[in-house]
Every structure is written in structure tokens, then in C-alpha cells.
């Protein structure tokens, strides 16, 4: 099982309570500039995937290349948690890239 807490207001948010599905991909340490690229745009004002290259599994979520891995997950139970929503899920695939290394969140790499 594996969870994340999502913010109401995201337009991920809603994308994940009404799909049932979810993927986490764990970032490499030289893919900061990805996790700008999807941290600090919403995707409902723009098309955060056009130009950039994923795949789909057994979810349909999309899967990263380059990351240090990822989770493939099916919500199997929510949390209200205030301003955000837990979603639990329970990971249906996954996989650990080894040669990669996983990126540590550092306050000043995103602010
Ligand atoms: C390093 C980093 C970590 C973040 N972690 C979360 C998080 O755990 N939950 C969340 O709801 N938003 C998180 N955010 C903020 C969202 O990524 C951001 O609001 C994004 O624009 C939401 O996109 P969306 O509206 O397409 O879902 C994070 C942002 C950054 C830069």
C-alpha cells in the first residue's frame, strides 16, 4: 500500500477520485527540472504531458522514463484529511531502477 496526499484544489484532485488510479514516479536526482515542470503548473490550464514522453501500464497512469523507479496504484480507500485528500492505494506494479538515484526534496532546490 502506498499513499498521497493531494490537495482539493488540484486538478489532480478530481482526476484520481473519479479514475480509481494513481502513479507515483520517484524522481532521479537529475530530474529536478521535471518536478518544476509538474510541481508548479496546474494541469487545468495547460497540457502538462504535451512533449514529454510516458508510458501506461496496468493502471493507464502515466509512467516516467529516466525516474528511479515508480508505483502503479489503485485507490483502494480515501482519508479526509482538511484541505487535502489521502488516497491509499494499493500498488498493482512497480519497479526500482537501481542506477538511478531517487531526488531528496531540498526546500531551496524548488523555492
Ligand atoms: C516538490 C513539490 C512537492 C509537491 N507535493 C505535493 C503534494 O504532496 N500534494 C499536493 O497536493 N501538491 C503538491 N505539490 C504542489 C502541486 O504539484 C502543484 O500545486 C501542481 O500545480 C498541481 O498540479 P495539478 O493542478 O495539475 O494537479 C508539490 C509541488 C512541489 C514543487
Do not use: W
Not at 34 to 59: A, M, N, Q
Not at 89 to 101: C, P, Q
Amino acid at each position: 500500500m502506498l499513499s498521497v496526499s493531494i490537495g482539493k484544489t488540484r486538478y489532480s484532485h478530481d482526476l484520481i477520485k473519479d479514475s480509481g488510479v494513481f502513479a507515483v514516479n520517484v524522481l532521479s536526482d537529475k530530474q529536478i527540472a521535471v518536478g518544476k515542470h509538474f510541481g508548479f503548473k496546474s494541469g487545468r490550464k495547460t497540457d502538462k504531458f504535451e512533449g514529454i514522453e510516458y508510458e501506461t501500464l496496468k493502471t493507464g497512469s502515466p509512467i516516467l522514463p529516466d525516474t528511479a523507479g515508480y508505483f502503479d496504484c489503485r485507490v483502494v480507500n480515501t482519508c479526509d484529511a482538511g484541505d487535502h485528500t489521502i488516497f491509499i492505494g494499493e500498488v498493482v506494479d512497480a519497479e526500482v531502477y537501481e542506477d538511478n538515484h531517487p531526488l531528496l526534496h531540498r526546500h531551496e532546490d524548488f523555492f
